[in-house]
């Protein structure tokens, strides 16, 4: 009797260097087709070239075109260079794809600066070329990557925290040292030093925590330049003011810009929502191998808002 092939099945292998994989991840990678998430935690740069080959050489130059791997965690810098690493640790015919979104910042990032080139190209006719950018609650994975994104779009970036100017500043350099730009570090720590910093600001990208508020009604009459403002915080209070979740190009109130508009998290959401799910699909759907990082990222974030425009 002839054995009847049996089909393979899709296998993501989702590395993480935290103690637990995201339940996001997982949720987004089974709903564009993988039939199989495996998680494992506590993967390091010392045992990622180890568990990539275990991933490849198991199912051969067929079942590779089946399998890929995702890399999370929270470090971004970190992720950057596993993704690098595994594409390494891999030779032909044993490769396979791989798509690195620590924390959901690479394609939360590309989301909120597509967004922002949008409402520029829109209502300025401008890009973020030449443009000041001021980052608040700059030094979490988002922000990390969104100052990366402007900076290699041609803006003046300044990386802020509210609390640290040691940790500013270290975000910056490692930032512009890795990935040879310039970004600065800065300390906003008062109302007073928010507004000295927002008197010749064009962008606002707030990306602190949840529920934090970086910029008041009362700091809005301080941006004279102001363009566009965008915040990835979905949680009471906003946080800008005067920018709702919902809001995409929507004039800000109270702004000294009088053209300011603002681009709110739900808005920055869908498309963060939508190049995961594609890059995803991408990686199922390639003729060859793909390892998709933030660039990638942006260059689908990019498509999707120019389709919807």
């Known amino acids: 009797?002839?054995?009847?092939?049996?089909?393979?099945?899709?296998?993501?292998?989702?590395?993480?260097?935290?103690?637990?994989?995201?339940?996001?991840?997982?949720?987004?990678?089974?709903?564009?087709?993988?039939?199989?998430v495996?998680?494992?935690?506590?993967?390091?740069?010392?045992?990622?070239?180890?568990?990539?080959?275990?991933?490849?050489?198991?199912?051969?130059?067929?079942?590779?075109?089946?399998?890929?791997?995702?890399?999370?965690?929270?470090?971004?810098?970190?992720?950057?260079?596993?993704?690098?690493?595994?594409?390494?640790?891999?030779?032909?015919?044993?490769?396979?794809?791989?798509?690195?979104?620590?924390?959901?910042?690479?394609?939360t990032a590309a989301g909120m600066i597509a967004c922002v080139e949008r409402q520029l190209l829109k209502a300025n006719g401008t890009s973020l070329d030449g443009k000041r950018v001021l980052i608040l609650g700059g030094t979490g994975a988002v922000g990390r990557i969104a100052a990366v994104l402007c900076a290699q779009s041609g803006?003046?970036?300044?990386?802020?925290?509210?609390?640290?100017?040691?940790?500013?500043?270290?975000?910056?350099e490692l930032l512009s040292k890795r990935f040879e730009l310039v970004i600065d570090g800065l300390l906003i720590d008062s109302a007073a030093t928010l507004r000295r910093a927002l008197a010749d600001t064009d962008v606002v990208l707030a990306t602190a925590?949840?529920?934090?508020?970086?910029?008041?009604?009362?700091?809005?009459?301080?941006?004279?330049?102001?363009?566009?403002?965008?915040?990835?915080?979905?949680v009471p209070p906003a946080?800008?003011?005067?920018?709702?979740?919902?809001?995409?190009?929507?004039?800000?109130?109270?702004?000294?810009?009088?053209?300011a508009v603002g681009i709110g998290a739900l808005a920055i959401g869908d498309v963060k929502y939508q190049?995961?799910?594609?890059?995803?699909v991408r990686m199922l759907e390639a003729g060859k191998p793909v390892f998709l990082g933030f660039p990638e990222a942006l260059a689908m974030a990019r498509e999707l808002v120019a389709d919807a425009a």
């Open 38 to 107: 495996v998680p494992y935690a506590h993967v390091e740069m010392d045992n990622l070239a180890a568990l990539t080959q275990d991933a490849i050489f198991s199912r051969g130059p067929k079942g590779a075109k089946k399998t890929g791997i995702f890399i999370g965690g929270r470090d971004v810098v970190v992720a950057d260079d596993m993704l690098k690493l595994a594409e390494k640790s891999m030779f032909p015919p044993f490769v396979v794809s791989v798509f690195a979104d620590p924390s959901g910042s690479y394609t």
């Open 1 to 36: 009797m002839q054995a009847q092939s049996v089909e393979r099945p899709t296998i993501l292998h989702l590395f993480t260097p935290g103690k637990q994989a995201s339940p996001f991840d997982v949720n987004m990678a089974v709903d564009a087709g993988f039939q199989v």
């Open 209 to 234: 925590a949840a529920g934090v508020q970086v910029m008041a009604t009362e700091d809005l009459a301080a941006a004279p330049r102001l363009l566009v403002a965008a915040d990835v915080n979905a």
């Open 239 to 259: 946080g800008i003011a005067g920018v709702d979740v919902k809001h995409d190009g929507v004039p800000i109130e109270g702004s000294g810009g009088k053209r």
């Open 275 to 280: 190049v995961q799910h594609r890059l995803f």
């Open 155 to 172: 803006a003046e970036v300044r990386l802020c925290s509210h609390s640290d100017a040691k940790r500013a500043k270290a975000a910056a």
